[in-house]
């Protein structure tokens, strides 16, 4: 009797040519039907939620697969990791319903784009970051999230169109805002970002700093998940599905509004054009991660 099981996966995409098997190039699924052969002994299909594209990172890829294995659910995970290099990581595992399936069980996904637009990035985050060479207006960009809400035929995010039934999506969530730097990828001393200095305002201490480490940031007062002064901008958008290119084609728009090449009102003319021309170019897969997958919960039970 076979067993369906489903994994929560994550990885650096960088080295790889997206999830899908393609004849030139290693892909994502190719090492994880490897790995299973190798832990079951036998070559077992992989299924994903979303086929990531060349260079594109997941947190929460879901996938599965079919196995006659007796092993335990759980741990599977141990099991295929051995198997796998060190840039994709098993996160969980665990035995499911039979008619759950990765693709077409998901309800929601969730993606997110990080950008910097700082003005020395750092190498750590070159394949990690979409780097922008003009600082970019945040206000702006989150005037034009409300455009993409609701039900909408976002055919004009969409490369080659047609490739799906239909280019109809429902986007339950969309934010943008400015995070927090990790203080350890500067070059101040950990001991010397905080506090600053009496006597003096944090905006001149932050501009100051800014200047002296090259437009890094260092820690202020601002509230945990949100920083004015941090050059790493992180955009997240939720809905019922995705079309092929349609987030990145969605920031490379956003990052128009961004630079001021555009209004905040260019968004909704772009959703009602319906017309790809006219929204702003694909940005680049570096800064690009799957985050998760929503699935209904009686499918996920054994």
């Known amino acids: 009797m076979y067993r369906n099981i489903m994994l929560t996966v994550a990885y650096e995409g960088t080295h790889y040519h997206g999830w899908q098997i393609q004849p030139n190039g290693k892909t994502v699924q190719e090492y994880v039907e490897r790995a299973t052969e190798k832990l079951t002994g036998t070559r077992c299909n992989v299924l994903c939620a979303g086929r990531t594209d060349s260079g ?3 947190l929460g890829q879901v996938a599965c697969f079919r196995t006659e294995s007796t092993i335990a ?3 599977f995970r141990r099991g295929l990791q051995r198997f796998l290099p060190d840039d994709i990581a098993i996160v969980q595992t665990r035995e499911v319903s039979d008619q759950f ?3 077409y069980s998901a309800v929601r996904k969730r ?3 990080v950008i910097f637009d700082g003005a020395v990035l750092p190498p750590f985050l070159r394949n990690l970051a979409h780097r922008s060479r003009r600082m ?3 206000a702006a960009m989150q005037k034009a999230l409300p455009s993409l809400l609701g039900t909408h035929d976002f055919r004009c995010f969409e490369t080659n169109y047609p490739n799906k039934a239909t280019s109809v999506r429902t986007v339950m969530e969309a934010t943008l805002q400015r995070v927090p730097h990790w203080s350890l990828w500067t070059p101040a001393s950990i001991q010397q970002t905080t506090p600053f200095d009496e006597g003096t305002s944090s905006e001149e ?3 100051d700093q800014r200047d002296a480490v090259g437009h890094c940031w260092q820690p202020t007062d601002a509230r945990p998940h949100e920083d004015p002064k941090s050059p790493l901008i992180c955009f997240e958008i939720m809905a019922d599905g995705f079309l092929y290119n349609m987030v990145r084609a969605i920031v490379g728009t956003l990052l128009r509004i961004g630079t001021e090449t555009e209004p905040p009102e260019y ?5 009602a054009s319906m017309d790809r021309s006219q929204a702003g170019c694909t940005a680049t897969p570096e800064g690009l991660y799957l985050v998760h997958v929503d699935y209904p919960e009686d499918q996920l039970i054994p």
Do not use: C, E, F, K
């Open 56 to 58: 594109v990172h997941a």
């Open 111 to 113: 993606y997110r784009y």
């Open 101 to 103: 399936h990765a693709t």
């Open 205 to 207: 201490n932050s501009d």
């Open 136 to 138: 970019l207006n945040v």
């Open 73 to 75: 659910g759980p741990q």
């Open 267 to 271: 968004m909704a003319d772009v959703v």
